[in-house]
C-alpha cells in the first residue's frame, strides 16, 4: 500500500536527513559546553480548584513547551500534551506547570503534528475525560491503533466544531517523522479556536488608518466582546492612557479567537492565515532554532516569531517552545532575551508580548480593573 506524503505550501529544503543530524551532533558536542542552561523557567501554584470548577471565563494556561490548557465556552482543551520527564534522553529543564494527575477533565486534545515533543501517547493515556482528539490529515490511524477511538483528522483548512467552538486546522512550514519509514505521512499545522458563528462585521480604526474586524454572532448585532474592543485596543496600544487588567493581566474579551501556532519555520502562510481570520491571542513558539542553518525551515527564531506575529494581525503575544527541552543549542533565556531586543527593535507595545510562568492562568475576561 503506497503511503501519502505531505508537503509545505512552499518549496523547502528541510534539513532533516540523518546526514545532516549527525553534522549538527558534532557541532553540538564543542558548542554545548560553552551553553548556561542555569536559567529555569518559573513555575507558579496553579490554581486547580478554580480550573477544575471554570465553567464561563476563558483561559490560557501554559503547562510547558508547546502544552496549554485553554478554556472556552464551557470546554477545556489540551494542545499538544507532553508530561514526558525526557526528551531523546535529556532531562526536562523544568517541572510542568500542572502535574498531570491534577488537570482537569479534558474534553478536546489537539495535535498540531507528530514529533515526539507534540504528540506524547504516554500522556494523552493519563489525561482523564478527554472525548475528541483532533489531529492532522494521515495521523488518525495511527491513533486508532494506539486504541484510542474517537480520533478525527483535518486537512489544512478544514474545521471541526464541538458545543460552541470551531476549530480549525491551519498551515505551518514544518515535517513529520516518528521512525525512519514514516517521514512526513502526518501533515503540520496550527489550529484556530474561536466561538462557532462568528461573522464579520464593520471595523474599527487603527492610528496606521488599516482596519479590523468587529465580530458579530446569531442575530447580526454587536457580540459580547464588542464592550472590550476598546479596552483591547488599549491595551494594544493603540491609545496610551489606560487598559484594562484582571489579576495583573491585559483582559481581551468573553469570546476570543486563539491561534496556537504548532511548530513553524518562517512562511508567507502566517500573513494568510492572519487574513482569515481576527485573531487576539497567538501562542507562538520561539525556541529550538539554533544552529538556524539546521533549524530554520522547521524552527522561527525570536526575531522570526515577532514577524509572524505582526504578519497575524493578533493583538497578544504569548511565547512558547521553550524551557522545558533541550531540543536545539540555543537556551531559554537567549530565547527570552532575543524576543525582547526584538520587541524593542521593532518599537511593539512591552503590554503585548505575555510571557507566562508555568502554572499561570490568564483570565482572558472576567471583572478587571484600570490600570
Known amino acids: 500500500m503506497r503511503i501519502r506524503r505531505f508537503s509545505n505550501q512552499n518549496k523547502v529544503v528541510q534539513q532533516n536527513s540523518y546526514k545532516q543530524f549527525n553534522r549538527w551532533r558534532q557541532e553540538r558536542v564543542r558548542k554545548i559546553k560553552h551553553k548556561d542552561y542555569s536559567y529555569q523557567v518559573p513555575n507558579v501554584e496553579p490554581d486547580i480548584e478554580f480550573l477544575k470548577g471554570n465553567t464561563e471565563l476563558p483561559t490560557i494556561t501554559w503547562i510547558g513547551h508547546s502544552t496549554f490548557l485553554i478554556q472556552i465556552e464551557g470546554l477545556n482543551i489540551m494542545t499538544d500534551p507532553v508530561w514526558a520527564g525526557k526528551m531523546a534522553f535529556q532531562k526536562r529543564l523544568a517541572p510542568p506547570g500542572i502535574p498531570i494527575d491534577q488537570v482537569p477533565p479534558i474534553d478536546v486534545i ?83 479556536i474561536q466561538k462557532s458563528g462568528a461573522d464579520s462585521g464593520p471595523g474599527l480604526l487603527r492610528p496606521d488608518g488599516t482596519s479590523r474586524k468587529v465580530a458579530l454572532h446569531g442575530t447580526g448585532g454587536a457580540s459580547s466582546c464588542e464592550s472590550e474592543i476598546m479596552r483591547r485596543e488599549i491595551a494594544a496600544g493603540y491609545s496610551a492612557d489606560e487598559m484594562t487588567v484582571c489579576d495583573g493581566r491585559p483582559m481581551v474579551c468573553d469570546a476570543p479567537t486563539i491561534y496556537f501556532a504548532g511548530d513553524s519555520g518562517y512562511f508567507a502562510g502566517f500573513k494568510e492565515i492572519g487574513r482569515r481570520f481576527d485573531i487576539d491571542v497567538a501562542l507562538m513558539p520561539i525556541g529550538a532554532y539554533e544552529p538556524e542553518w539546521f533549524m530554520g525551515p522547521q524552527h522561527v527564531t525570536p526575531e522570526e516569531a515577532l514577524q509572524a506575529f505582526e504578519d497575524t494581525g493578533a493583538r497578544w503575544f504569548v511565547p512558547m517552545h521553550y524551557g522545558a527541552f533541550k531540543l536545539a ?43
Not at 140 to 166: P, Q
Not at 343 to 352: D, F, G, S, T, V
Open 110 to 192: 489537539l495535535i498540531s503534528h507528530s514529533h515526539y515533543d507534540h504528540l506524547n501517547i504516554g500522556s494523552i493515556r493519563r489525561l482523564s475525560g478527554a472525548k475528541q482528539i483532533i489531529v492532522p490529515a494521515g495521523l488518525s490511524s495511527k491513533l486508532r491503533f494506539k486504541g484510542f477511538s474517537r480520533v478525527k483528522e483535518l486537512h489544512w483548512w478544514e474545521s471541526a466544531r464541538i458545543g460552541e467552538t470551531t476549530f480549525t486546522f491551519v498551515p505551518s512550514q514544518h515535517w513529520t517523522r516518528r521512525n525512519p519509514w514514516d517521514t512526513n505521512s502526518s501533515h503540520w499545522g496550527g489550529w484556530i
Open 329 to 371: 543549542d540555543d537556551t531559554p533565556l537567549e530565547a527570552l532575551e532575543r524576543l525582547e531586543a526584538e520587541r524593542c527593535r521593532r518599537k511593539l507595545e512591552e503590554n503585548r508580548i505575555i510571557v507566562l510562568p508555568h502554572g499561570e492562568t490568564w483570565k482572558l475576561a472576567g471583572n478587571g480593573e484600570r490600570k
